[in-house]
């Protein structure tokens, strides 16, 4: 089982759509919790972190649920300019070596 | 602007070439890294260093050799490179390593250099 798997994509969606993405982790003893985008041909950026209690910035929600060790975002409103490709990024537990998902491609269409 | 500056933007060498990447961060950030990033495939990480201090080399082969003179500047120093190794080289920034405040996990990636290996 890969240490942090996400469902590809891609998601195809109209303006205005809620979509939400998940991504899913091996290690129990992960700690932090990131969402990176990554527009095409460009270099990722952070998005956001993801606390256990739950964030929100703006139209975006993440959310942590240990129980089942996935992490979700939730983007409402979808803008075109949201198209993208979504990186879950997990630290697990005694390491400082962040690992990356595939990431999930984002389409939003007019 | 990310504040991490990578040189060449594009770079096409030859298997028996040797040439260097760049990498500079404005950030006053102490640790970079080094990812290659192929079509379809996640990011993989390459190289850590922390305060100079190389602290993990990802089982990269030797073809590849970094160097970090300082905190701000890091390089990717490339000799009789393979067709496969044609990627993107993306340099990345964070604070720190601390595990506890996520260092690690906050990154500010350079735009990388698209290497093509002929």
């Known amino acids: 089982r890969k240490e942090v798997e996400q469902d590809p994509g891609p998601f195809n969606v109209p303006e205005g759509a809620t979509v939400a993405f998940n991504c899913t982790y091996s290690n129990s003893a992960s700690q932090s919790f990131f969402w990176y985008r990554q527009d095409c041909r460009k270099e990722p950026k952070l998005l956001m972190s993801v606390y256990s209690s739950g964030n929100e910035d703006g139209r975006f929600t993440a959310q942590l649920n240990r129980a089942s060790q996935y992490i979700s975002l939730l983007i409402r409103d979808s803008k075109l300019s949201d198209s993208a490709t979504y990186l879950c990024v997990v630290l697990s537990g005694g390491s400082y070596i962040p690992t990356f998902g595939r990431g999930t491609s984002l389409i939003v269409h007019p | 602007e990310t504040g991490v500056t990578q040189t060449p933007r594009h770079l096409v060498m030859g298997m028996t070439n040797k040439k260097s990447l760049k990498c500079e961060q404005h950030?006053?950030?102490?640790?970079m890294y080094w990812y290659k990033q192929s079509a379809k495939k996640p990011l993989e990480l390459m190289f850590v260093y922390n305060f100079k201090e190389q602290t993990e080399n990802n089982s990269v082969p030797s073809r590849f050799s970094p160097e970090c003179p300082n905190s701000s500047h890091l390089f990717l120093h490339l000799h009789t490179l393979q067709p496969e190794d044609s990627a993107l080289y993306l340099c990345?920034?964070?604070?720190?390593?601390?595990?506890?405040?996520?260092?690690?996990?906050?990154?500010?990636f350079g735009p990388g250099t698209r290497l093509t290996v002929l």
């Open positions: 990345a920034s964070s604070q720190d390593l601390d595990i506890g405040s996520g260092g690690a996990g906050t990154q500010y």
């Open positions: 950030l006053g950030h102490n640790a």
